[in-house]
Protein backbone atom coordinates (compact mmCIF):
# COMPACT_ATOMS: atom_id res chain seq x y z
CA UNK A 1 0.00 0.00 0.00
CA UNK A 2 0.99 3.70 -0.74
CA UNK A 3 1.16 5.48 1.79
CA UNK A 4 0.70 9.63 1.10
CA UNK A 5 -0.40 13.05 2.99
CA UNK A 6 -2.10 15.91 1.50
CA UNK A 7 -1.30 19.07 3.57
CA UNK A 8 -3.70 21.93 3.72
CA UNK A 9 -3.70 24.76 5.94
CA UNK A 10 -7.12 24.08 6.81
CA UNK A 11 -8.69 24.90 10.26
CA UNK A 12 -11.19 22.94 12.29
CA UNK A 13 -14.61 24.55 12.79
CA UNK A 14 -17.45 24.17 14.84
CA UNK A 15 -21.06 23.64 12.98
CA UNK A 16 -24.23 23.87 14.49
CA UNK A 17 -25.72 23.03 11.96
CA UNK A 18 -23.89 19.88 11.39
CA UNK A 19 -23.72 19.23 14.84
CA UNK A 20 -19.96 18.78 14.92
CA UNK A 21 -16.49 19.15 14.01
CA UNK A 22 -15.34 20.12 10.26
CA UNK A 23 -13.00 22.00 8.08
CA UNK A 24 -14.29 23.29 4.83
CA UNK A 25 -10.61 24.13 3.10
CA UNK A 26 -10.29 19.62 3.32
CA UNK A 27 -13.96 19.57 2.21
CA UNK A 28 -12.93 21.20 -1.18
CA UNK A 29 -9.35 19.42 -1.38
CA UNK A 30 -11.56 16.11 -0.57
CA UNK A 31 -13.80 16.66 -3.69
CA UNK A 32 -11.25 17.85 -5.82
CA UNK A 33 -9.10 14.75 -5.08
CA UNK A 34 -12.35 12.44 -5.77
CA UNK A 35 -12.86 13.96 -9.12
CA UNK A 36 -9.27 13.55 -10.53
CA UNK A 37 -9.01 10.50 -9.56
CA UNK A 38 -12.43 8.94 -11.11
CA UNK A 39 -12.11 11.45 -13.80
CA UNK A 40 -8.77 10.56 -15.09
CA UNK A 41 -9.75 6.82 -14.86
CA UNK A 42 -7.10 6.19 -11.91
CA UNK A 43 -9.61 4.32 -9.89
CA UNK A 44 -13.26 3.39 -10.46
CA UNK A 45 -16.09 5.18 -8.24
CA UNK A 46 -17.08 1.79 -6.32
CA UNK A 47 -13.31 1.70 -5.04
CA UNK A 48 -12.85 4.73 -3.71
CA UNK A 49 -13.92 5.43 -0.23
CA UNK A 50 -13.32 8.54 1.70
CA UNK A 51 -13.82 8.25 5.25
CA UNK A 52 -13.57 11.02 8.75
CA UNK A 53 -13.81 10.77 12.22
CA UNK A 54 -16.63 13.48 12.34
CA UNK A 55 -20.18 12.87 11.01
CA UNK A 56 -20.25 16.65 10.11
CA UNK A 57 -17.36 16.46 7.70
CA UNK A 58 -18.81 13.17 6.49
CA UNK A 59 -22.26 14.78 5.36
CA UNK A 60 -20.38 18.11 3.74
CA UNK A 61 -17.97 15.87 2.00
CA UNK A 62 -21.14 13.74 0.56
CA UNK A 63 -22.68 17.06 -0.13
CA UNK A 64 -19.95 18.17 -2.38
CA UNK A 65 -19.52 14.65 -4.62
CA UNK A 66 -23.35 13.49 -5.10
CA UNK A 67 -22.12 13.00 -8.61
CA UNK A 68 -20.12 10.44 -7.95
CA UNK A 69 -22.10 8.40 -5.96
CA UNK A 70 -20.83 5.07 -5.97
CA UNK A 71 -17.87 6.35 -3.71
CA UNK A 72 -18.56 5.42 -0.25
CA UNK A 73 -18.12 8.63 2.11
CA UNK A 74 -18.73 7.43 5.74
CA UNK A 75 -16.98 7.78 9.36
CA UNK A 76 -14.34 6.06 9.98
CA UNK A 77 -16.22 3.94 13.18
CA UNK A 78 -19.22 3.73 10.03
CA UNK A 79 -16.57 2.09 7.62
CA UNK A 80 -15.18 -0.78 9.74
CA UNK A 81 -14.89 -4.33 8.12
CA UNK A 82 -14.95 -2.73 4.39
CA UNK A 83 -11.76 -1.59 2.33
CA UNK A 84 -11.77 -0.04 -1.17
CA UNK A 85 -8.67 0.34 -3.23
CA UNK A 86 -8.46 3.91 -2.66
CA UNK A 87 -9.24 5.64 0.70
CA UNK A 88 -8.99 8.95 1.37
CA UNK A 89 -8.92 10.06 5.20
CA UNK A 90 -9.62 13.76 5.99
CA UNK A 91 -8.56 14.33 9.44
CA UNK A 92 -10.49 17.40 9.74
CA UNK A 93 -8.55 18.04 12.94
CA UNK A 94 -6.05 21.10 14.22
CA UNK A 95 -6.68 21.63 17.25
CA UNK A 96 -5.03 19.69 19.92
CA UNK A 97 -8.34 18.30 21.86
CA UNK A 98 -9.49 17.04 18.15
CA UNK A 99 -5.99 15.39 17.66
CA UNK A 100 -6.30 13.19 20.40
CA UNK A 101 -9.80 11.92 18.87
CA UNK A 102 -9.07 11.81 15.41
CA UNK A 103 -5.36 10.38 16.03
CA UNK A 104 -6.53 7.78 18.42
CA UNK A 105 -4.86 4.71 17.93
CA UNK A 106 -7.35 2.41 17.40
CA UNK A 107 -9.38 4.91 15.34
CA UNK A 108 -6.49 5.51 12.98
CA UNK A 109 -6.12 2.16 12.29
CA UNK A 110 -9.33 1.01 11.50
CA UNK A 111 -8.93 4.35 8.91
CA UNK A 112 -5.79 3.42 7.37
CA UNK A 113 -6.12 -0.42 7.05
CA UNK A 114 -9.35 0.33 5.09
CA UNK A 115 -6.75 0.77 1.67
CA UNK A 116 -5.84 -1.89 -0.51
CA UNK A 117 -3.87 -0.20 -2.99
CA UNK A 118 -3.37 3.50 -1.79
CA UNK A 119 -4.04 5.68 1.45
CA UNK A 120 -4.31 9.56 1.23
CA UNK A 121 -4.55 11.49 4.30
CA UNK A 122 -5.37 14.77 4.04
CA UNK A 123 -4.33 17.21 7.02
CA UNK A 124 -3.08 20.13 8.19
CA UNK A 125 1.02 19.50 9.27
CA UNK A 126 2.10 22.10 11.02
CA UNK A 127 -0.83 21.61 13.39
CA UNK A 128 -0.27 17.68 13.70
CA UNK A 129 3.53 18.52 14.23
CA UNK A 130 2.46 21.05 16.78
CA UNK A 131 -0.69 20.13 18.71
CA UNK A 132 -0.75 16.25 18.39
CA UNK A 133 0.53 14.03 21.36
CA UNK A 134 4.00 12.55 21.28
CA UNK A 135 2.12 9.02 21.24
CA UNK A 136 -0.56 10.31 18.28
CA UNK A 137 -0.44 8.00 15.54
CA UNK A 138 -0.59 11.08 12.99
CA UNK A 139 3.04 12.17 13.95
CA UNK A 140 4.38 8.89 13.32
CA UNK A 141 2.03 8.67 9.87
CA UNK A 142 3.80 12.19 8.94
CA UNK A 143 7.34 10.89 10.04
CA UNK A 144 6.77 7.88 7.57
CA UNK A 145 5.47 9.73 5.01
CA UNK A 146 8.24 11.91 4.66
CA UNK A 147 11.04 9.31 5.23
CA UNK A 148 8.74 7.64 2.18
CA UNK A 149 8.15 10.78 -0.22
CA UNK A 150 4.53 10.62 0.26
CA UNK A 151 3.94 14.62 1.63
CA UNK A 152 1.78 16.91 -1.41
CA UNK A 153 2.27 20.89 -0.19
CA UNK A 154 -1.24 21.34 -1.57
CA UNK A 155 -1.04 24.90 -2.06
CA UNK A 156 2.41 24.88 -3.79
CA UNK A 157 1.27 21.93 -5.27
CA UNK A 158 4.88 20.03 -4.51
CA UNK A 159 6.13 17.02 -3.84
CA UNK A 160 8.41 16.55 -0.34
CA UNK A 161 10.45 14.07 -2.69
CA UNK A 162 11.44 14.48 -6.14
CA UNK A 163 10.98 11.02 -6.61
CA UNK A 164 7.03 11.33 -7.39
CA UNK A 165 7.40 14.83 -9.12
CA UNK A 166 5.43 14.57 -12.35
CA UNK A 167 4.32 11.15 -12.49
CA UNK A 168 1.98 11.04 -9.29
CA UNK A 169 -1.91 11.07 -10.20
CA UNK A 170 -2.36 13.71 -7.60
CA UNK A 171 -0.37 16.06 -9.49
CA UNK A 172 -2.23 18.92 -9.70
Known amino acids: VRDDLVDVDGEQSWRRRFSGTVNTTEVAV ?8 IDANIVAESDLGVITPYRGQRTLISDEVTEYGDVEVSTVDGFQGRERDVIIFSVVSSQKGGMQF ?24 DAIEEKAPNWNTFRSFVNYVEETGG ?18 PIDK
Open 30 to 37: VAELVEHL
Open 102 to 125: AGNKNRFNVACTRAKDRFIMIGNR
Open 151 to 168: ILDWEAGEWSNIEFSGSD
